[in-house]
């Protein structure tokens, strides 16, 4: 995939990419609230700061940009430019998500992943949040 930005238009690009309440972050709450099920956002006092926090089904849910978490689709690969400050970046942030999950779930938590991408077929989505809060199913989406 050939990249015609400066570096100065990349690292604007990247500035603008907002770490909260992104548009695949407020479908899943709005799936969730249709679902009637009651959420807290962003809690800081837990691992990795979770998007979403059901405390009373001991569950969170992560929702990742394909980009930033290193997604294997087609969202998810690196730009030609500045390639190994992008590689380095994306493997710390993996690194990082792996190590959130294992604290989240040695403390008792469940965890879901829902990815940037998964979010396009609403009603897939839909079944793999209800699978996941009322049977503790599937770990990503």
């Known amino acids: 995939m050939a990249d015609n930005h400066t570096m100065e238009q990349r690292s604007a690009n990247m500035r603008a990419v907002l ?3 992104t548009a695949p972050e407020v479908l ?5 609230h249709r679902l009637g099920y009651r959420f807290r956002l962003h809690r800081r006092d837990l691992p990795g700061t979770p998007d979403i926090v059901l405390p ?3 569950a969170v849910i992560f929702v990742n940009g394909c980009f930033w978490h290193g997604h294997g689709c087609r969202r998810g ?5 500045n390639s190994e400050f992008w590689q380095q970046k994306i493997s710390n942030n993996r690194e990082r998500d792996r190590r959130v999950q294992k604290e989240l779930r040695k403390e008792g938590w469940r965890v879901l992943i829902v990815w940037q991408c998964k979010t396009k077929d609403e009603a897939k989505l839909l079944k793999t949040l209800s ?3 009322e049977r503790g199913g599937a770990a990503t989406a």
């Open 56 to 58: 009373s089904r001991r």
């Open 19 to 21: 770490g909260r309440d």
């Open 131 to 133: 699978n996941f809060l």
């Open 28 to 32: 899943i709450r709005s799936i969730l």
């Open 77 to 81: 690969g690196l730009p030609t430019t």
